[in-house]
């Protein structure tokens, strides 16, 4: 029993340090971590105030929760006492996945490992805004005022931890220390989807209160109140924890780079744009792996309002004179269960996703990709990369497409629409029935799940990836100095190709991320030089699917990329 109210408190832990633990001071806490061979972990430090407090009453423990379902964080109180960081935070509640059924054993393996694809394991809580530090423990380095990169993991706003990459950001660190450019890695959890929440043991009660939930619910009500795009804003404050904080761990506030992958890419360019693009000292750079800036709709319009609806009705709570306030005060299970009602990433609607950043007027005053054109974000230097057969993952959610007829209605009513059929007839010649054309790119007419899989697999590889990439890439040129990277590793992957995250699976970039880290500069020193991308000469660092890199032109499919980014300019596909 008090080992577990010492969880619920979890940032004043009593904590028996053996001597060797890693220690340092915030504020007036001593915080312990754990030392494994060169590397040093401070894990599971909330940076933000709990959303509950947790009290021993006749009747036992009972925890008493502030109803704070969808409203913004706050900064975490000044430490004290002794925090116990030898071990991950609770993780945030992932929405459930429903995994497509391929036949193909190689797909199924790589859609239940990857973190960024599947429900994390672990403990699920409401108090999970926590971060973890990943420090090089070699005397000789540790001391110093290191550069800094902060992980946001990917999962399309929908499912994903920190815990999970642990030996993504131990290996990093260590591979830093090897190559002398010893770095720190942070990463952070944040609220995605739509809830997260308390798993109590039986005997915990919540005694008519109800454990919070939160993330990019939208609607009317929820931009009124400036509590949208909640998930971001739990990012923003991190951010500013370590800009706060980092020097207590040998890190240097001033050389902080943000890294992220899928979702946890796009996360890094908005963190760019939010505040009129001012940066705030908070970060010097950006690292964007299969992830740019996307087109997205205002808070109140699209699927926002409407599946905020749809939890109204759902939970029971259409009676109630306020649907938002009924909301907050539903048991978690109700809710929970209406929340896994609702479509995912796997679903028919595959990437045009359902819960995700909207223009709220408060982090997000515009379409990105209006602020991507009119240069409204943080120039600083940046690496903007994707894999060759980005859509394939998100492809296999609609092989019950095979006529020409269901992809035209999966585009008019699922991608576009809000613009006119009419304006979609180039799209059918871009991206043709013929299997040669689609993704993965190259492979000819094998990998043909169904009619129409490599079609979409391709119009989903550029709508969501290379076009983002792309006109971001373009732009920042202009000011900032940028890189870009293309990778076709792993090619042979049966159906699927140079799939989702693949670079991340293999660690094709990591040293040139260490590189990036320590000096702004993606080259290693050795081997084919890494040059700028600009607008004269878009220059790709391209892996081949064998063979040393090479440099290539970002011009690919460009006629029919330039015609997506032309209709999502005009009417956002993310509504």
């Avoid at 995700?356 to 379409?367: E, Q």
Wanted: proline fraction near 7%; glycine fraction near 10%; charged fraction near 15%.
């Amino acid at each position: 029993m008090l080992q577990f109210l010492f969880g619920l408190l979890a940032v004043q832990g009593i904590v028996h340090a053996l001597p060797s633990s890693p220690k340092v001071k915030l504020d007036s806490a001593t915080v312990i971590g754990v030392t494994s061979g060169s590397v040093s972990k401070f894990l599971g430090i909330p940076y933000a105030v709990p959303p509950y407090v947790a009290s021993v009453s006749s009747q036992g423990l009972q925890a008493h929760v502030s109803r704070q379902r969808f409203r913004a964080a706050q900064a975490m109180t000044p430490y004290k006492g002794t925090v116990d960081a030898t071990k991950y935070g609770f993780l945030c509640p992932q929405q459930k996945l429903t995994i497509p059924q391929t036949g193909l054993e190689d797909v199924t393996n790589i859609i239940t490992t990857k973190p960024e694809l599947r429900d994390a394991p672990g403990t699920e809580n409401e108090d999970c805004l926590t971060l973890n530090i990943i420090k090089p423990s070699v005397p000789s380095v540790s001391s110093r005022n290191l550069p800094v990169v902060v992980w946001i993991h990917g999962g399309a706003y929908q499912v994903g931890d920190t815990a999970s990459y642990d030996s993504l950001g131990t290996e990093l660190v260590e591979r830093s220390i090897q190559l002398r450019k010893p770095i720190i890695y942070v990463s952070i959890n944040y609220r995605s989807s739509l809830v997260t929440w308390l798993q109590a043991l039986s005997h915990v009660s919540f005694a008519n209160s109800s454990p919070p939930a939160y993330g990019f619910l939208g609607g009317l009500q929820i931009f009124q109140e400036g509590n949208g795009n909640l998930g971001l804003r739990d990012q923003r404050l991190a951010i500013q924890w370590v800009n706060k904080y980092i020097r207590a761990f040998g890190g240097d506030p001033s050389k902080v780079t943000l890294w992220g992958q899928s979702s946890g890419a796009i996360s890094v360019g908005l963190q760019m744009m939010t505040n009129g693009g001012d940066s705030q000292g908070l970060f010097r750079a950006g690292f964007m792996m299969s992830g740019a800036p996307l087109p997205v709709g205002n808070i109140t319009k699209g699927t926002g309002p409407t599946y905020f609806d749809f939890l109204v009705s759902d939970t029971g709570c259409s009676s109630a004179s306020d649907g938002l306030a009924c909301l907050r005060a539903l048991p978690f299970p109700v809710l929970k269960a209406s929340v896994d009602k609702t479509p995912s990433f796997f679903s028919y609607q595959s990437l045009a996703l359902i819960w995700h950043p909207s223009v709220d007027g408060v982090f997000l005053k515009d379409n990105p990709q209006n602020l991507v054109t009119k240069g409204a974000f943080a120039n600083v230097p940046l690496v903007s990369g994707t894999v060759d057969d980005e859509g394939t993952l998100f492809g296999i959610s609609s092989l019950n497409l095979t006529t020409e007829a269901d992809f035209r209605t999966y585009i008019e009513t699922n991608w576009q629409p809000r613009n006119p059929v009419d304006t979609l007839e180039q799209l059918w010649t871009y991206y043709p029935a013929d299997p040669s054309a689609g993704s993965p790119f190259g492979t000819g007419k094998s990998n043909a799940l169904t009619p129409q899989f490599k079609r979409v697999s391709a119009f989903i590889s550029d709508s969501v990836q290379n076009g983002p990439r792309r006109l971001f890439l373009q732009q920042a040129s202009k000011k900032a100095k940028v890189f870009g990277y293309l990778t076709k590793r792993l090619k042979s992957t049966d159906g699927i190709g140079s799939y989702h995250g693949s670079d991340l699976v293999e660690g094709i970039v990591n040293d040139n991320l260490i590189h990036f880290v320590s000096d702004l500069d993606p080259n290693t020193g050795s081997g084919v030089h890494w040059p700028l991308y600009t607008t004269h000469s878009p220059n790709l660092y391209t892996f081949p699917a064998k063979g040393s890199p090479l440099i290539t032109q970002d011009t690919f499919r460009a006629d029919a990329i330039n015609y997506l980014n032309n209709l999502s300019l005009a009417a956002p596909f993310v509504l």
